[in-house]
């Protein structure tokens, strides 16, 4: 068992247990490890287990992962007892755990360390059962309708469904009203899923009800917003007629009012008069009681008919039916719950794939090229992004630096971002002109079917034969050149061409400087510039250039400084935008 021990922390001592194939240390409540400090990334680091061993990977952070107080650039194996250290927060890897230590357990938190896992228990989906339905037409706004003549109902008795059990009449006999209940309890606790508990339902209520000849149960469909029978149970079946049949109109009236209803001849009560189907269905006496919630409105009704006049339902007959819909709706409601539980796990699992998915695209380590320092820094606003950058090694010795931002965030934009680091590699290798590359690139996103969605995007190519750069812009936003003597200056901005997918046959410009000794370039998206507090202030491109003009001299401080006067500079407000930086400067 690969255990983690925390040595520095609000924790020293506890032994948290390493049980994914990828875990992940952050500040975000995603992680697997949720390490709260404001120095610490939201995605910071990860360990994932390769065939039986384990790697540390830095997520391009902000302050670096150290493994044995060496900083560590893209992947690297741990030994055990290796030494982990996440800014404040330090780790011994063993590959045992001690015998007399406690492990973390999934989802407790203790101190600044949390363990975050899913939930464990899932509901089954909801089954869905096609049943033949004689239905009137219904109209499209789903509305309820119903016939105000009621001079000469048939109805026995109404009651409110919509209050407490306690509410109920009491003249019920009580062993029959408790025999209902037990029933369809047993049924509840004992059903596996929403199915199980509706068919259950049906027939504890046939044992119940002698003379019922039909029922249903019909749920309101949440997405659709229209009624869908989920459960039918018949007796004393016509011959050639094994189909249960549904009349709207009673459905509806039990919806609208919020109550149970009873009809001793549905056919002769003005309520249902104007129903054409109910001609059809030969039913002489009913009870329908509907399924309601507070949060999330009606949920359907549970219907009991018979057809013989001798055997008529009663009072205590719609009362208990009452009950038992307050039951069996609480039973439908939780099981809503739980799907929407289920799908958001899914939702969740789906997310933490696509999150690995473009870590996995983005440079695992900075390029060792004669000459010259990187830095970069990466943070989506969501857990996925459309921010990308990319380091891309020419045969001829030269170096290709590509950023780009997707309009838009989340899922899409982190889609097209992988399909840009593919695209981005084979037009920089297939043209040697920098320019023809990022014309190719622009005719394969306009021609792609994306819509209406447009790329901005930059391309430098460093040559360290002749220490030249060479730059071709697409409607990206203007790199930031500092000379020797700190001053700072826009590049390119007026070669610039439109952003990459508007306009198929574009062609564009490249430019070429000269890289002095010391000079360095920062290449940005506008989740830096665009970076907002409160009321509605941006960060801005002055004060970017203000900061860099008196910023860190070496490259890397140079990135993290930026990074850090973001941060102070929004107060702790939330990103709307992804933030994505590479950084490059010619060493004196």
Known sequence: MVVLEVLKGMTPGQVIQVQSERTVFGRHPHCQLVLENAAVSRYHAQIVEVYGDYFIEDLHSRNGTHVNEELIEGRC?????DLIRVCDFTFRFLQAAPSDSKLLKPGQVVGDVGMVVGPQSLLD???RKTVAANEEEEDNSGAITVDDDDDRSSIISTLDAGGSSSDLRLSVKPETKLKAILEISKSLSRAANLQQVLDKTLDGLFRIFAQADEGFIML???EKNKLVVKATKTRRKAEGDDQVHVSRTIVRKALYSSEGILSANAL????FKTSESLSSLRIRSMIC????SKEQ??????QITTNDAGTQ????DLDLLISVAMQVGLAVENAYLHHQTLLQRDLERDLEFATQVQLGFLPKSRPKLPGFAFSD???PAQRVGGDYFDYIPLPDGRLAVALADVAGKGVPAALLMARLYSSVRYHLLSHSDLSEAMAGLNAEISVSGLGHRFITCVLLVIDPATHQLTVVNAGHLPPLRRNTSGQVEPIGGTESGLPLGILPDQTFQQTVFDLAPGESWLVFTDGVTEAMRMPQEIYGNKRLMKFLETGPAQIDELVKAVVDDVDAYVEGQSRSDDICMVGFQRLP
Request: charged content about 30%; overall charge negative; aromatic content about 6%.
């Open 77 to 81: 194996q741990l030994q055990d007892q």
């Open 125 to 127: 989906s909801v089954h």
């Open 220 to 222: 309101r469909d949440q």
């Open 268 to 271: 002769e009560d003005s309520r």
């Open 289 to 292: 009681a509907p399924m309601l």
């Open 297 to 302: 409105g009606p949920l359907g009704v549970i």
């Open 313 to 316: 339902l009663r009072n205590e």
């Open 377 to 379: 820094y990466y943070e």
